[in-house]
Every structure is written in structure tokens, then in C-alpha cells.
């Protein structure tokens, strides 16, 4: 059975959504009619700029409605999410000690030359986010931020010289697909030092979904919203699951 759906705007199933975008063009009324019959030749219909000014030299942003006749087959998506496990601090520490029996080591970086660190700090650090405590603050956590900047084969060399559990490697930048080359370097150099199999690789990033992680060859992917506790039960329930396995 199919459910079939489409943007909502003013009335259900009208298609409206709204686009913004940057042409090298300095602004004129020119430049926005340009604007509309490049959105038109995208398939959209009922185009509209509603904004056109000039953001530097040579440059203009515009913002544009517009209608589109497509629709998605909602149930035929398949996108499984990592965010499964609802367990509270208490209980991971009290699961980590029953199926572990000892701390788990993990280790979180801002890999290549990304210095955006809010996100992989509100994992680990012990304050936390959205009242969620960070990783620093689990007892059965031995937890190091390497902070940004750390190139893929500082961060392999670090995981095998402490023995860690776990590497969580954040992106924020994504400009040209950065993103994209330093998750899958890192991959390979695991691969490379023997040790994919006996960590727990996750990646992080506000455009990061658990699907594409997943196809660059980790264990999870986790984006926008999320909060320490979820990367905590995921990392010890999965090594659990690899001691289960002999892994």
C-alpha cells in the first residue's frame, strides 16, 4: 500500500516550498526574472521571487515560492534511525557493568580541518546538552576529547595506542564534499591498521543521517538534535553485542 505525499503550503497537497539561492549576477529586476525561469526550468510551476537583493560585487541571493507537481512514497522509504535505545545515565552506567564489566573507552574528534567543536563537545563534554549529560560524566566511561583539527591518521594512531572502544568523528563543514572525503578516509585507514572491526565507529555532523553513515562503512550515524545519551546507549549496546560475537 502506498502513501503518497507532497508539500503543504497554503492547502494540503498544493506542492508549495520555498527555495533560496545565490546567482553570480549583480541584482536587477533582470537578475530576479532570471531567478524565476531558472526555478521554472527546474520543473516547478507558480513561480514567485519574493526576494531579490544583492549580497556582494558581482553577487545576489534570491528566496523563491514556488509549486511542485511531485509526490513521495512515504511508506516505500527506508531511512532506520539509530535512536532507539531510551536509557538514562543511571541505566547505561548499571548495563555497562553488567555486560562489560569494565569502562568503555571512547574517543570523539573534529576530523580534518573542521574547528567547529559545539557538536562533539555537547557529546562528551560533562555538561552535557539539553540537560543531557555528556560522556565525561558517566562512571563507566573513560572519555577523550581530542578537540578539532585532528587529522585521520592522528585520530587511528591515538584509538591504537589507548585501546579505545569507540571513535566518534564530527563534520560540520561540508563545503565540496569535505565531509564526505574525511569520514571515508577514516574508514580506510582503520581498515588499513586492522582496526574497523574492533571499535565502534560513529560519525556526527548536523547534515550527517544515520543512512549515509551506514553507506560510508560505519556503525551509526547521529545529526541535529542529539543528545549524549543516545550516543551512550548506542556504543554500549553495540559492544555488547560484539563481545556476544566473539567480534
Known sequence: MSRPVKPYGDTMNDGKVQLSFAL???WSEAADEAARQLVAKM????????EGRPIARGFSTFVVYASTPQTIDVDAVKAPSVKTHAMSMEEIDAYVREHLGRKIRI???CIGTDAHTVGIDAILNMKGFKGNYGLERYQMFET???GSQVAAEDFVRFAKEHA???LLA???VTQKGSD???FTALVELLEAEGLRDRVVLICGGPRVTNLMASELGYDAGFGRGTVPSEVAAFVATSLAGMNARGR
Open 24 to 26: 553570480p549576477l549583480d
Open 43 to 50: 520543473g516547478f510551476t507558480d513561480v514567485q521571487v519574493v
Open 107 to 109: 574517543a570523539g574528534a
Open 144 to 146: 577523550f576529547n581530542l
Open 164 to 166: 579505545v572502544d569507540a
Open 170 to 172: 564530527s563534520q560540520v
Open 180 to 182: 564526505i572525503k574525511n
